[in-house]
């Protein structure tokens, strides 16, 4: 909503979080969020909601609160059983219009990110995606401050939505931190009507399919095991394979890898292969030349294993292991499994 | 079946730099290219269009030179393209960008099918296709990785989800954004990207367009970028780990416990 | 192929306009010109196939839509393996119909827009991701006896590696050997020259921009180092007498009129 004057402004207050839930069951970047709109509540001296749609949802409500939400904004509805972000957008402007939030924080997932988009467009509002910071601007018109990469990674910019109410940002899981639960909190359920209007005809759910075999993707992965030559033959690839397994990653390859028929080509990584920004990429094997550095050089932290010191990865890498592949690998995974 | 695919013009290489003096960004090379992602939106449309008959029409709003990639998508199988192109829109953020391109395809009229690529590698937000669903008030399906149905006033579709997928009904007129798991998009030809060179594409204004001007452009947009600074360089500082295997391996794992990445 | 090192022909290497050229005609125009001058000179054209993953258009469709003639000697096409299987197939059935011989089999670059060759394509079921070797089986295979394959040899990559690949190429059908860029000379030459007994084709750097090289050598090497391009082409045909020449970014302006003072 267009909010020009200050008198328009001031009408919107608190921080709301738009839980993430998944077959009933509320997903950890809830918390992060809460977390993170309790620090910007407290700079605004005002309060945090969370707001829940969902069927069956009213199980973990107390957690909500234990994680720092004021208030409970819950719609529970057999009709919101399914993702259907057409409905839910509907509802929440609604809800906008009645309650006011100041801000509207949601997680950056895939249901994230087709649901706030539609919103923000529904209610006029400015939305940032992807925010890596969030912070209020105490110098001067206490606006949210939405921080973010932009041109892969290159840049960092901030924005601002000046006119406009609430203030939408969307944050990817495991950037913001949860707060420890204080299970001494309690707060407040405010219980809302889904109505027809909501309901949309055009789309339906027709059934969800679980992927329990669903390889990480590259591009998505939180973290990349990579091997090269030094991987000396496909072999090599399964032990790589054992270790993203125990991190939840994926695994790449050089081009040198690729170029002996080792890993399949949807796994270079490099200038002429895919370009990924992991938060760990763990290089296995790999001298590192330079249109191979170009596809991974982004990665929040880059530990290199090899048995050459000068190699370029290992003068590039935070972290540099010294040795035989062979041997530290198998060690790694070991020492995964016992912990 | 009338589609539309939403096409954007974007630098061949998302390598920038700050210029120091103007403290605005130099983007390293000349080179645009068209949205990595809307190549297969275009190819989704393309072979929709080859199934069931019917006209692909790119659509992008962009400066004058955004022509380019419009050509490339008529040498990729669109039929006709437009360009929308104002004063007006410039600096428009994703809001501002979709209330415009909904416009547009509610003047081409009876659009059926709308396309769009997950989201473009330089500004990355995924924003514009959902928003683009808000404004004309049809029904999406974004992270859309598989076609199942198509034919009549319906399609069957995947949506791809973290873990797994969803098997959903569309029914059209809708806005669907694809991702590259889609299909594998063709590449030109010499004939028909000789061909695609003599193909007329009109420019809309905004008056074409009957768009609310306070709306448009950068005064328009709800979100505004303030500050933009080149992100951290890496620290130069090297972790040396030697030794025995089993220590170097418990040592790797305490450090990125002790990071938080564990 | 060794007609041409008897014959003090040159491969000469012309790249194929890129997609994304800003200026189509123009480079049409001069590709053609580059073709047709390469060809009255007596030496063999040889036309990359999207190198370095760049989109780029082919060779046959090149020759095809600018109508241009065709010497079934004077013609080699680069080939990779980033194709669909009907593109490979297309290629294959156009360079025969119009009696193209050589061909030059290389893994080659990818991109995100480029397609790639699966092993069942090529049936070769059994490896993880195809290589020059399972397509040089591939073309034998579906075309028994109608072309002159050649391969790459990298001589900056690890030696045991590479001579280890180089003997699946031989298995698999090599006629020809072509190098990466040469520097003067390269021990490794020699061995090859030794274990491999097919025409050898060396390749010679030919612009003044050495360090453009970098990526291929491994190393970096410094953008204002001196080259002389033309003095390293002499010093190749005085090392390699036997060998045949492949001239990479030729200068059409300058170098090229003098070629044909260089070998005699």
Sequence with gaps: MQTKSASEKEKYRNVWVVAETVSGQIQSVTGELLGKARELADKRGCEVWCVVLGAGVSGGLEELFHQQADAVLLVEDQRLESFVEETRARLLVRLIEKHRPEILLCGATVRGRALVPRLAALAWCGLTADCTGLDIDTESGSLLLQTRPAYGGNIIATIKSENHRPQMATVRPRVMQALSPDPKRRGRIIREQMNGGDEPAGKRVLRSVRDTEARVKLVDARYIIAGGRGLKGPEGFKLLEQLAALVGGAVGASRSAVDAGWAAYQRQIGQTGQTVQPKVYIACGISGQIQHLVGMQSSDLIVAINKDPEAPLMKLADIALVGDLFEIVPELIRELQRT | MRIVVCIKQVPASTGVSLDPETKTLRREGAEAIMNPFDTYALEQGVLLKEAHGGEVIALSMGPLRAEAALREALSCGADRAVLLNDRAFAGSDTWATSYVLAAAIRRIGEVELVICGRQAIDGDTAQVGPGLAGHLGWPQLTHVCALEESGGKSLTLRRMQEEGYDLCGLELPAVITVVKDINQPRIPSLKSRLASKKAEIPVWSAADLGVETEKLGLAGSPTRVVKIHPAPCRQKQTLLIEGEAAECAQRLVRELRSRLLL | ?264
């Design chain 3, 1 to 264: 192929m060794q007609r041409h090192i008897d014959n003090r022909s040159y491969q000469v290497e012309i790249l194929p306009p890129k997609q994304s050229s800003e200026k189509l005609d123009q480079d049409l125009e001069s590709f053609a010109s580059r073709y047709t001058r390469v060809l009255e000179a007596g030496y063999c054209a040889c036309l990359t196939d999207n190198a370095m993953g760049h989109l780029a258009f082919q060779g046959l469709e090149l020759i095809e839509e600018l109508s241009l003639p065709v010497e079934p000697e004077q013609v080699m096409i680069h080939l990779n393996t980033f194709h669909t299987k009907e593109g490979l197939d297309q290629i294959l059935a156009a360079c025969r119909a119009r009696g193209i011989k050589h061909l030059l089999v290389v893994s080659g670059d990818g991109s995100e827009r480029l397609p790639k060759l699966s092993p069942a394509d090529l049936g070769a079921p059994a490896v993880e991701s195809v290589t020059s070797v399972e397509l040089l089986g591939y073309i034998r295979r579906q075309h028994p006896g109608a072309f002159n394959l050649g391969v790459a040899f990298n001589p900056y990559e690890p030696e045991e590696h590479e001579f280890e690949k180089m003997k699946r190429k031989l298995a698999a059908g090599a006629c020809f050997v072509i190098t990466q860029p040469i520097i003067g000379n390269h021990p490794l030459l020699e061995r090859l020259m030794e274990e491999v007994k097919l025409p050898l084709i060396v390749e010679a750097w030919m612009s003044k921009k050495l360090h453009l090289l970098s990526e291929c050598v491994g190393y970096e090497i410094p953008e204002d180092t001196a080259y002389d391009p033309v003095a390293n082409l002499k010093a190749l045909h005085a090392h390699y007498p036997g060998c045949g020449v492949y001239l990479a970014l030729l200068g059409f302006k300058s170098q090229f009129p003098i070629l044909k003072s260089i070998w005699v």
